[in-house]
């Protein structure tokens, strides 16, 4: 399969996902476009809810950094509604890491347009005519920035509108909008980490302690979510300054843009950045700061509601179940509005 700007991918694989028959997942092998390295053939990976197999519209769920999809009762959720629902691991990550390239890595944001392409098409083939996504922290810079693309040129236009379903919404769970840091403080340290990590981009910082917020999650630790360390590290994967470089360019970005897409930003009621204990984590988001994160979304966003949810983790589907059911009636609401 191919796009009228340079892509090509080919299925892989196409079986039984790990998460049980209820999920099917196919695997492509594609180009990446972006690299300079002719040898480099990367994967992605589509997992499929077999469910409402007739339905017309569908979420299409992108993950994090350091994650992969796994939150079957998430999926659950919108099958009950009446929608389909699929989620891409996205290259290098989960399903998609292979041995020949580092786990996480990007030469830029811009180059997982390349995943949800695929997704994209793949769900129009299937029948899909109308999507929702739904992204998650870095996941959320990926799809902002999918969605900030421009398509001006007609031939592209036109082959977009007869290849890919209508996107009609974006929720953002957690989104990794802005550093995190209080907006205040952001405006002062903004430059410098930007100049530190652009003379530097082959540097990283080792990851070799378990994060506070790994302890909130995982039962290993006395959380309650029981997924693959190999590919969700409790102490994350080496954070690469070129990584972080590609990230504040697209927060650059996207603060430039204008995006009229109907979009709700669900968010904790508060940051825990810095505690010291899993306790403290536990009442908030422990990985970024939610009031430059909202800054962030009110910029970039001109149709855009906000959720805030209290004892709302990071992940907020990985939240307490009072804050869980808080996240998913605020979205269930929503896209009630939407119809």
């Not at 492509?28 to 690299?35: G, I, L, N, Q, V």
């Not at 996941?139 to 001006?152: D, H």
Request: hydrophobic share 40%.
């Amino acid at each position: 399969m191919s796009l009228p700007i340079g892509q090509h991918w080919t299925l892989v694989g196409d079986e039984e996902d790990l998460l049980g028959p209820d999920f099917r997942t196919r695997t492509f092998a594609f180009s990446d476009t972006h690299s300079q390295d002719p040898k480099k053939r990367v994967h992605t990976t589509l997992i499929h809810h077999l469910g409402n197999v007739k339905a017309n519209k569908s979420i299409l769920y992108i993950h994090g950094y350091t994650d992969y999809f796994f939150q079957t009762g998430f999926a659950e959720h919108f099958i009950a509604l009446g929608y389909r629902f699929y989620a891409l691991d996205l290259q290098g990550y989960g399903r998609s890491i292979r041995p020949f390239t580092p786990p996480n890595w990007c030469d830029s944001i811009d180059q997982y347009g390349q995943d949800i392409d695929i997704a994209l098409a793949t769900m129009k083939e299937d029948g899909v005519d109308d999507v929702t996504l739904v992204a998650h922290s870095t996941g959320g810079l990926v799809a902002a920035t999918y969605l900030a693309q421009p398509y001006a040129l007609p031939e592209r236009a036109s082959y977009y509108r007869k290849a890919f379903p209508h996107v009609s919404g974006l929720i953002l769970n957690s989104p990794f909008l802005a550093l995190p840091f209080p907006p205040a403080v952001l405006n002062r340290i903004s430059w410098p980490i930007r100049m530190l990590v652009s003379l530097l981009p082959f540097s990283s910082l080792r990851a070799n302690k378990v994060t506070l917020y790994a302890k909130t999650l995982h039962t290993k630790f006395g959380g309650e979510w029981d997924y693959r360390l190999d590919w969700k590290p409790a102490e994350g994967f080496d954070l690469s300054f070129h990584w972080l470089r590609e990230v504040i360019r697209a927060q650059r970005h996207l603060a430039q843009q204008s995006l009229s897409i109907p979009t709700l930003l669900c968010r904790s009621e508060v940051s825990t950045i810095g505690k010291n204990t899993p306790e403290e984590t536990r009442q908030g988001d422990g990985v970024l700061d939610v009031d430059s994160m909202q800054d962030a979304a009110q910029q970039s966003f001109q149709n855009l509601d906000v959720a805030v949810i209290q004892g709302g983790f990071h992940d907020l589907y990985l939240s307490p179940k009072p804050a869980r059911d808080a996240y998913l009636s605020h979205i269930t609401h929503w896209l009630n509005k939407q119809d």
